[in-house]
């Protein structure tokens, strides 16, 4: 059956990926000092956050516009697709994926099988690699979603953030009510938590809170007997992704990690300077 696989902007992708024809990218709109900018095509990272620092308004982000994304769907069906495997942004920041699933059965036109990835940008765009390898390689849909299961319970993600108020203010932290009072004297590590981004640990700096990020991960590299793929990822902070890179390389030969950037609608809830490190199930 020929299948088509569509996800969204947040999705961290190689330039190759995107290329992929069987591949479609879904923006996401940001507002700016009230003009729309859709992620990826109007807006990339570098231009995202020097718009940010000179903004005069809190940014806020959007769901794509149904109409559109089913204007897509019907278009991949006149195109000869019979099912799309539509993998997006976790339900805990974005309801878009939740408002899918509830569509997905009274759509006529094609088979669409809505996936919440419950994470975003560098494990996200994996699970979306490896749903296209499978794809090529002829695999059955439940074969498919087996896997992006298997990379969905083994997936974790802490984040350093340099101004938690971007998130409180945004409504993305769970527990926020618990840092009111002492915000702005703590940088501690957050993680995701069945999709939401909650608080882990309170830490004073923030050099020491990306210490126990990197003891987090080296903790689970040593311990794990799964094989998984690790990631840091950075908003606007390459040089410090690479630091970090490098000081987990020195430490445990024969890691690999990969860097990626957090893009505009990510960064809008998690701010500039945030450093990301996770990791997930091959």
């Keep these: 059956m020929k299948t088509a696989v569509v996800t969204d902007s947040t999705a961290y992708l190689s330039e190759e990926l995107r290329k992929h024809p069987d591949l479609y990218i879904i923006p996401i709109p940001v507002i700016l000092d009230g003009k729309i900018y859709n992620e990826g095509i109007d807006i990339e990272a570098n231009d995202y956050y020097e718009l940010l620092n000179n903004s005069k308004e809190f940014p806020t982000t959007s769901q794509p516009s149904i109409g559109e994304v089913l204007e897509l769907y019907k278009k991949l069906a006149t195109e000869g697709y019979k099912r799309v495997i539509s993998i997006h942004l976790s339900s805990g920041i974005s309801g878009f994926v939740n408002n899918l699933i509830a569509m997905a059965p009274g759509i006529e036109e094609i088979e669409v099988l809505p996936f919440d990835s419950k994470i975003t940008s560098m494990p996200m765009g994996y699970m979306v690699s490896k749903t296209l390898e499978m794809v090529a390689q002829g695999a059955s849909v439940e074969l498919i979603f087996e896997k992006l299961e298997f990379i969905r319970q083994h997936t974790d993600a802490f984040l350093v953030v340099d101004d938690l108020n971007i998130l409180v203010r945004g409504g993305r932290l769970k527990n926020g009510a618990a840092l009111i009072g002492s915000m702005l004297k703590i940088k501690p590590i957050l993680k995701f938590d069945d999709g939401n981004i909650i608080l882990s640990e309170k830490i004073r700096s923030t050099k020491k ?4 990020a990197e003891d987090l991960m080296a903790k689970k590299h040593k311990k794990t007997k799964d094989e998984l793929k690790y990631f840091i990822i950075h908003a606007n902070s ?18 690999e990690i990969e860097i990626g950037h957090i893009g505009p609608v990510v960064g809008t809830h998690i701010g500039e300077k945030a450093v990301v ?3 997930c199930g091959k």
């Design 209 to 212: 809170a990306l210490s126990r």
């Design 238 to 255: 390459l040089a410090i992704a690479e630091l970090e890179k490098k000081e987990m390389e020195e430490k445990f030969p024969g890691i």
């Design 277 to 279: 490190f996770a990791w």
